[in-house]
């Protein structure tokens, strides 16, 4: 009796892999793209490149640049009922912990802390905070653990898995899109969009969105991928890890994502950059799998890895002294008068 239930374990497990593998050849679903700034329908291809992180099909995609605004884009990008493939049970954003992550992870959560923490210090004791695309809920945990204890703390994601590992944890998240938030969700005096709005395919639409549920003065803190760092213009022909086929769908600069805020109605408090090492990493991990190169150097050159994840830090600070940091970083406000809008330079 052992020995067959051991023969059917197996039996499940091959078929399980077979499962795996058949999943990985078949092509995705896709549809066709277009800028969320403006309607001109010229664009020139700008990068060609596969899924080099997670393998989810062998799809080759293509980001392309407007010709008339500037917006780097994902042309033809995977329809909303293939996101679970997109993002699969082991993508780093549903379970980002220090037993996976090691080392990795608690730098980055003493580091996030103090620049979430330095964006709340004007909040009252009672403010409501909103994180979109929250993921596991990291941030948040962040501001339970080391912010004001009083403050409501929220998240929302459009995945089911990350809704249930915030909500494990005892977090308030909402499921599916912000715009399909309650009426009680309202009145918030800061969201975060922290590496959310590049996932997004409508850039202008959220951004409208979260205007209209925050308070008169509320805040909107957006971190995205900088499509003008110096990693960008050495690897942007094909493995750039900003890119982070298929699933970064807009990519901005200064230019594009000042005009974005304009356009949905938010004054911008400030646009700057930040220092960070993963996309020089991920660059070069991209490079190392489409050349072949052996597994034990790729994972050299992952979220895991702390040795790369310092040495590039040390660029990474070199690089924020030129202004060219790795990340966008953009504070925008919603105007006190009511309909007011535009954009402040800084």
Same mark, same amino acid.
């Given at each position: 009796?052992r020995?067959?239930?051991?023969?059917?374990?197996?039996?499940?497990?091959?078929?399980?892999?077979?499962?795996?593998?058949?999943?990985?050849a078949?092509?995705?679903?896709m549809?066709?793209?277009?800028?969320? !700034?403006?309607?001109?329908?010229?664009?020139?291809? !700008?990068? +060609?490149?596969?899924?080099?992180?997670?393998?989810?099909?062998?799809?080759?995609? %293509?980001?392309?640049?407007?010709?008339?605004?500037?917006?780097?884009?994902?042309?033809?990008?995977? %329809?909303?009922?293939? !996101?679970?493939? %997109?993002y699969?049970? +082991?993508y780093?954003?549903?379970?980002?912990?220090?037993?996976?992550?090691?080392?990795?992870? +608690?730098?980055?959560?003493?580091?996030?802390?103090?620049?979430?923490?330095?964006?709340?210090?004007?909040?009252?004791?009672?403010?409501r905070?909103?994180?979109v695309?929250?993921?596991?809920?990291?941030?948040?945990?962040l501001?339970?653990?080391?912010?004001?204890?009083?403050?409501?703390?929220?998240? %929302?994601?459009?995945?089911?898995?990350?809704?249930?590992?915030?909500?494990e944890?005892?977090?308030?998240?909402?499921?599916?899109p912000?715009?399909?938030?309650?009426?009680?969700?309202t009145?918030?005096?800061?969201?975060?969009?922290?590496?959310?709005?590049e996932?997004?395919?409508?850039?202008?639409?959220?951004?409208?969105a979260?205007?209209?549920?925050?308070?008169p003065?509320?805040?909107?803190?957006?971190v995205?991928?900088?499509?003008?760092?110096?990693?960008?213009?050495?690897?942007?022909?094909r493995?750039?890890?900003?890119?982070?086929?298929?699933?970064?769908?807009?990519?901005?600069?200064?230019?594009?994502l000042?005009?974005?805020?304009s356009?949905a109605?938010?004054e911008?408090?400030?646009?700057?950059?930040?220092?960070?090492?993963?996309?020089?990493?991920?660059?070069?991990?991209?490079?190392?799998?489409?050349?072949?190169a052996?597994?034990?150097?790729?994972?050299?050159?992952?979220?895991?890895?702390?040795?790369?994840?310092?040495?590039?830090?040390l660029?990474? !600070?070199?690089?924020?002294?030129?202004?060219?940091?790795?990340?966008?970083?953009?504070?925008?406000?919603?105007?006190?008068?009511?309909?007011?809008?535009?954009?402040?330079?800084?």
């Amino acid at each position: 009796m052992r020995g067959s239930h051991d023969d059917h374990m197996e039996q499940v497990k091959a078929t399980s892999l077979a499962s795996r593998q058949d999943d990985r050849a078949a092509k995705l679903q896709m549809e066709t793209a277009s800028c969320c !700034l403006c309607p001109s329908p010229k664009e020139v291809p !700008l990068a +060609s490149g596969e899924d080099f992180e997670y393998r989810v099909s062998p799809d080759v995609f %293509v980001a392309v640049r407007c010709m008339a605004c500037g917006m780097i884009f994902l042309k033809y990008r995977p %329809v909303l009922s293939e !996101l679970g493939r %997109v993002y699969p049970p +082991s993508y780093h954003a549903f379970n980002f912990s220090a037993e996976r992550f090691g080392l990795a992870y +608690s730098i980055r959560q003493r580091l996030e802390a103090r620049r979430l923490l330095a964006h709340c210090r004007d909040l009252s004791p009672d403010a409501r905070i909103l994180d979109v695309g929250c993921g596991d809920g990291f941030h948040l945990k962040l501001l339970r653990r080391f912010g004001e204890p009083t403050w409501r703390l929220e998240g %929302v994601d459009a995945s089911e898995r990350a809704v249930a590992a915030g909500r494990e944890t005892g977090l308030q998240v909402y499921g599916g899109p912000v715009e399909q938030l309650p009426e009680s969700a309202t009145g918030y005096d800061l969201v975060l969009l922290i590496a959310t709005i590049e996932h997004v395919s409508s850039p202008l639409e959220i951004l409208t969105a979260i205007r209209a549920r925050l308070r008169p003065g509320g805040r909107v803190l957006i971190v995205t991928d900088n499509a003008g760092s110096w990693s960008f213009r050495l690897f942007r022909r094909r493995y750039w890890g900003g890119y982070h086929f298929p699933r970064h769908w807009y990519l901005f600069t200064h230019q594009t994502l000042r005009a974005l805020a304009s356009r949905a109605g938010f004054e911008v408090e400030c646009l700057s950059t930040m220092m960070s090492p993963v996309n020089w990493v991920y660059s070069i991990h991209n490079a190392l799998v489409d050349w072949n190169a052996p597994r034990w150097l790729v994972n050299r050159f992952t979220l895991s890895s702390t040795f790369s994840l310092a040495a590039f830090t040390l660029l990474g !600070l070199l690089q924020q002294a030129f202004g060219r940091g790795e990340l966008l970083h953009a504070v925008l406000r919603r105007p006190q008068a009511t309909g007011g809008s535009g954009s402040s330079a800084t």
